[in-house]
C-alpha cells in the first residue's frame, strides 16, 4: 500500500524539469528520460529563457509524440525561479509520485521503479545518493560527503532528484517561493513528516559548474551559504550574494 498516495492500484510517476537556457543540454535531457521505464509525465517548466531551450523542447516533445512513447512530454511557461517552476509542474501534473529533476542530472535506468517501491513503505518521499560525471579524486569524495550529509541530517538537495508523493507535497505547500534553497527549505518541511527514503543507486551529475568555478571555492561557498540560511539570513540576501560571485 502507498503510504501517502490516494491511487492505490496504478501509482504513476511524473518527471519535472526546471530550465532556464538549458539549450546545451536539453536535447540529452529528453532522450534520457523518454527511456525510462515507468514513467508515465515528463514536464518542462521553461523559466523565460532567451537561448531557444523552449522551442528545442517543443520539438522535442513533437517528435516523441508522434513516436507514441508511453511517456507524455509536455513543455509550459512558467515565471523565471526554480521553485515557483517545479511547483507550476507539480500543479499540472495528474501523477502520484513526483520527481523533481535538475536538466544535467541523469536517473539511473530502473529509477521510477525504485521510486515507487520506495513509497510503497512508510514514507512518502526520498532522494537518490549522487555521484558525478567526472573521474576526478576530489569530486568523488565531494559526492560521498553530500551522501552522508544527507543520510545524517535528513535534508535533500536538488541534485540528488528529490521525489515525493503528491498528495504529501501538496499537503505541505510545495516548495516556498524562495529564490534560493528551496530544496533545503521543502527537506525541512517534509522532515517534519518522515525522514527521507534513501535510494543508494545514484543519480548522475553533471560537474561542470564545480569545474567553472573551482572545487574549493564551491564547496565553500555553499556551505557559507547554507550555514547563513540556517541562522535566518534572507534568501532574496543569499540569491544576490550567490548571483555576485557566480
Known amino acids: 500500500m502507498f503510504a501517502d498516495i490516494a491511487v492505490i492500484d496504478a501509482p504513476r510517476g511524473a518527471v519535472i524539469v526546471p530550465v532556464y537556457n538549458e539549450a546545451a543540454v536539453v536535447r540529452e535531457c529528453c532522450t534520457h528520460l523518454a527511456g525510462l521505464r515507468s514513467v508515465h509525465q515528463v514536464l518542462f517548466v521553461d523559466g523565460q529563457s532567451d537561448d531557444g531551450t523552449p ?83 576530489a569530486l568523488r569524495t565531494i559526492a560521498w560527503f553530500m551522501n552522508r550529509r544527507s543520510s545524517v541530517t535528513g535534508i535533500a538537495t536538488g541534485d540528488q532528484a528529490i521525489f515525493v508523493s503528491k498528495r504529501l507535497f501538496d499537503r505541505v505547500g510545495g516548495f516556498p517561493e524562495i529564490p534560493l534553497m528551496e530544496d533545503v527549505a521543502l527537506s525541512k518541511r517534509l522532515r517534519r513528516v518522515s525522514p527521507p527514503y534513501r535510494i543508494r543507486l545514484p543519480v548522475t551529475t553533471a560537474a561542470r559548474r564545480w569545474q567553472r568555478n573551482g572545487v574549493v571555492g564551491t564547496v565553500l561557498r555553499m556551505w557559507c551559504n547554507r550555514l547563513l540560511f540556517w541562522a535566518g539570513v534572507a534568501p532574496e540576501r543569499l540569491a544576490a550574494r550567490y548571483r555576485d560571485v557566480r
Open 55 to 137: 522551442e528545442i523542447l517543443e520539438r522535442l516533445a513533437a517528435e516523441y509524440k508522434k513516436l507514441e512513447r508511453p511517456c507524455a512530454m509536455r513543455v509550459v511557461a512558467g515565471t523565471r525561479g526554480r521553485a515557483a517552476q517545479m511547483n507550476k509542474g507539480a500543479a499540472l501534473s495528474n501523477a502520484d509520485v513526483l520527481v523533481f529533476l535538475h536538466a544535467d542530472t541523469r536517473l539511473p535506468p530502473h529509477a521510477m521503479d525504485e521510486i515507487l517501491r520506495a513509497c510503497c513503505s512508510d514514507r512518502s518521499w526520498g532522494r537518490f545518493d549522487v555521484r558525478f560525471d567526472s573521474s576526478s579524486l
